[in-house]
Each structure stands twice: as structure tokens, then as C-alpha cells.
């Protein structure tokens, strides 16, 4: 949907990806990236920086953080209009960096839902479009958080979830992250399915459902 994701890379790979990025010391390769935690993004404020926000967004106006568990994602079809998401939409858009993600799939005959681990073919680092937010609470501290934003799957996709996360060509890159508001019409022509045939899955190991659980055994094929 996404739910869970990994960024497996270090951080020359991301150089490498992203020539233009630049990694603070603190970055680490992680393989099971879940709701609530710090995630590597690059927002609009600051585009070519790579900052960590807490996956969950937190508008602005909320009242506290725990409504966040219910803006892991927010759906393209409404992020324009949604009063949760619509002034970040036009105002605070992030790149969400990620090299694959995780969908579960219950299967006749099998007791636990089965893990597949959705990536490009070309096993490349890529960015999903998401929206960001700053919350200050009721002491002055703030936290920054972020969302991803959701559209229909592709045919491939579409095999084992019914939504997929909106993926973004590095072409569009300076669109999605342009300072200031942008108008939604441009912004929303972005937020389509990638191309299937770019695409791939593959079951994992039931090891990567426990979220503690970290490392490349997250990703090994079964």
C-alpha cells in the first residue's frame, strides 16, 4: 500500500543514485521500515538534503500525535481536498526514498498472510511522492512528519494489493519539489501507477511480518 518498506542501500549508493543529494553521517541501510518511525525523505523546503521524518503525518492544526497511525498513506483521488492533507499537498511535498516495499497476501490454505517484497526490475533506489507536515506541541518541540501518497496498481501490482504507492520518474522530481504553492492540477497529473513492465515481486520469508526484525533476511527470496 505501502505499509512497510526498506531503503537496503548505503549511503554512496544513494550518491551514486542521486548525485545531487547530500547524506548526513547518520544515515544507516534499514530493511523493514514501519509506521511511527524515522524515514529518509527530501522535502521541498530543503531539496537536496536528506532528512528524517516520522512516518505518520501530523497536520499542522491536529490537536496531538495520535491521530498519525491513520496517515501512514494518503489516497491521490482525494489529497487535494482532504482537510488533512491538502495544505501540505500544495505547500510541503517530500520525495520518500525507498528500494522496495512489502505487501501481504492471504492465501488459501496458509495460516499467516505471506509476505511479498515489491521492487523495480532494475533493483534500483527510487522515491515515492509523499507530503509532509510540521506539528509543534504544547512544550514548543516540533516534529516534522510525512505521508506517502496511494494511487490504483498497475496490472502487476494489482496481483496482490489493490493500491500501490505513487512512484515518481526522476524527471518529475523538480515539479513535485518546487518551492512555494503549486497549483494541483500539475501536481496531481503526477500521481499515476508506474509502468508494470518495470516492476517486479517476490515472496520473503515470514521473518520481515515481526518488525523488529531487520536485515537482509527481510528481502531473501523463498
Not at 492465501?107 to 499467516?112: L, M, V
Request: proline share 5%.
Amino acid at each position: 500500500m505501502p505499509g512497510r518498506f526498506s531503503l537496503g542501500k548505503d549511503a554512496d549508493s544513494l550518491r551514486e543514485s542521486f548525485p545531487w543529494l547530500q547524506v548526513p553521517d547518520g544515515y544507516r541501510a534499514r530493511y523493514n521500515i514501519s509506521p511511527g518511525q524515522a524515514i529518509g525523505v527530501v522535502t521541498n523546503e530543503a531539496p537536496k538534503q536528506l532528512d528524517f521524518l516520522t512516518w505518520g503525518l501530523i497536520p499542522s492544526w491536529s490537536k496531538g500525535v495520535k491521530m498519525t497511525k491513520f496517515l501512514v498513506n494518503a489516497r491521490a483521488e482525494s489529497v487535494s481536498t482532504r482537510l488533512s492533507f491538502k495544505s501540505s499537498f500544495r505547500r510541503r511535498r517530500c520525495l520518500v526514498f525507498a528500494d522496495g516495499y512489502y505487501e501481504w497476501v492471504k492465501e488459501k490454505g496458509r495460516r499467516e498472510k505471506i509476505p511479498f517484497y515489491v521492487q523495480l526490475r532494475s533493483r534500483a533506489i527510487f522515491a515515492f511522492a509523499g507530503i509532509w507536515d510540521s506539528w509543534l506541541s504544547i512544550d514548543g518541540s516540533e516534529i516534522k512528519s510525512c505521508c506517502i501518497i496511494t494511487t490504483d496498481p498497475n496490472e502487476l501490482v494489482g496481483e496482490i494489493h489493490h493500491r500501490m504507492g505513487v512512484i515518481l520518474d526522476q524527471e518529475d522530481f523538480d515539479i513535485w519539489l518546487q518551492s512555494g504553492e503549486a497549483h494541483p492540477d500539475e501536481l496531481l497529473d503526477l500521481l499515476r501507477p508506474y509502468p508494470a513492465e518495470k516492476m517486479r515481486y517476490q515472496e520473503v520469508s515470514t521473518y520481515v511480518t515481526k518488525k523488529e526484525n531487520d536485515g537482509e533476511a527481510c528481502i531473501q527470496p523463498v
